[in-house]
């Protein structure tokens, strides 16, 4: 399947400092990884989001989204549920790695307050520029490095690296 570098969905909205153990509460560590899906965002303010969330939906947060531990299944739970993207103010760095290492595409950016929850909106990664489908309104992110975006394109670091070796 040929990567599309435009993510579409509706808008989740969360606040700052969202952590590992709302993403992925410690009760839900021991489940099998095809299930972290169901516990995604329940420590939240949004309980319910894995059981609300669609395919493409966008996760948009303030400060430092992915903070606490450095649990790698946090950013599984998100992309098994079906978030397309997570966009936010700023990313605890070990968070931001194993998104991009698994293929969930992460983007800074500083839109929590222009972006309202269960808006539409359109974002382009290769040009980092977010698109507000019912006004047409466009915000720029920071912009993905070239190593970031070939990971992403490859489905996550795995895969690139497989892809470098020619054993896929």
Same mark, same amino acid.
């Given at each position: 399947?040929?990567? *599309? ?11 700052? *400092? ?34 609300? !969330? ?9 400060? *430092? ?10 950013? !599984?739970?998100? %992309?098994?549920?079906?978030? @397309? ?12 790695? *194993? ?6 595409? !992460?983007?800074?950016a500083?839109?929590?307050?222009k ?39 490859? @489905? ?6 497989? %892809? ?5």
């Open positions: 399947m040929a990567w *599309n570098s435009k993510v579409g969905g509706r808008v989740w909205k969360f606040g700052v *400092n969202v952590d590992t153990d709302q993403i992925l509460p410690g009760y839900a560590m021991a489940a099998p990884i095809d299930k972290l899906k169901d516990y995604a965002l329940a420590g939240s303010e949004i309980p319910d989001f894995a059981q609300q !969330v669609k395919p493409g939906d966008i996760v948009i947060a303030g400060d *430092n989204f992915g903070c606490g531990s450095s649990r790698e299944q946090a950013p !599984v739970a998100l %992309k098994e549920a079906g978030t @397309g993207l997570v966009i936010a103010k700023s990313f605890a760095r070990i968070f931001r790695r *194993n998104s991009i290492n698994i293929g969930l595409p !992460v983007l800074i500083d839109v929590v307050d972006i309202g929850h269960g808006q539409q909106i359109e974002v382009d990664l290769k040009t980092a520029e977010i698109t507000i489908i019912e006004t047409g309104e466009k915000l720029q992110g920071q912009l993905l490095s070239a190593n970031v975006l070939e990971t992403l394109e490859a @489905g996550g670091l795995i895969a690139k690296v497989r %892809k470098q070796l020619h054993l896929s």
